[in-house]
């Protein structure tokens, strides 16, 4: 018999979350929480849900992993000719959520997106193992392909291709984004449901600190 998930709770009682011991900057709070996560061996700690809406209004997601975090906002790769990437085109605004259940932790994200400079994808591009590089230059990515066997025999392909070199060239329609962010939420969960919720909004060239009932 299947387990009932109505009946399905946890009562969170890891940590609290006060907004007069948050930084007045969002993102000195998210490194701390993400160190966090990761020093608290959460499975892939930088993994993250992208959330972005096509032309019609429909929005669509899926998870990416957060690959640098810097002063301009978050750093994520991906296929240019991807559905998220065509989306992104036509609306370049997205959101992003980490959640890091070890820590009963959540953070949202929204902002503005634009790509990052093709010298910087291509540094992380040659940063990355060989047969990743190989994998990217492999997959037209979301393209419909007949059978898994035409995808691998194109990779064996390349693979021998660049092999004497140990790297593959940077393809034209793969890279980086990046997500300056003008708004966050904190979530800590807390018991009885009355989970602590920390906001932060960009106005007037400065971060607005505001919580929100649960």
Avoid: C
């Avoid at 006060?18 to 701390?32: N, S």
């Amino acid at each position: 018999m299947s387990k009932d998930i109505s009946k399905m709770r946890e009562n969170y009682k890891k940590g609290f979350l006060l907004e007069d011991q948050v930084p007045q900057d969002p993102i000195v709070l998210f490194q701390e929480w993400l160190h966090e996560a990761i020093n608290s061996d959460v499975l892939e700690a930088n993994a993250m849900n992208l959330a972005t809406v096509n032309k019609d209004g429909r929005p669509s997601s899926r998870i990416v992993l957060l690959k640098e975090v810097m002063e301009g906002g978050f750093v994520f790769y991906t296929n240019y000719s991807s559905r998220k990437a065509q989306e992104m085109q036509e609306r370049p605004f997205a959101a992003i959520n980490f959640l890091w259940l070890e820590l009963e932790r959540q953070v949202r994200i929204e902002g503005v997106i634009s790509k990052v400079s093709r010298a910087q994808s291509e540094e992380y591009f040659h940063s990355r193992p060989y047969g990743s590089q190989i994998g990217s230059l492999t997959s037209h990515q979301s393209k419909t392909i007949s059978d898994r066997a035409l995808l691998e025999k194109r990779y064996e392909a390349n693979y021998k291709k660049y092999e004497a070199e140990g790297k593959a060239p940077l393809p034209e329609d793969w890279g980086g984004y990046v997500l300056k962010p003008d708004y966050f939420e904190f979530w800590q969960g807390r018991e009885s449901r009355l989970h602590d919720r920390i906001t932060y909004e960009f106005s007037d060239e400065k971060w607005i600190i505001n919580r929100l009932e649960p």
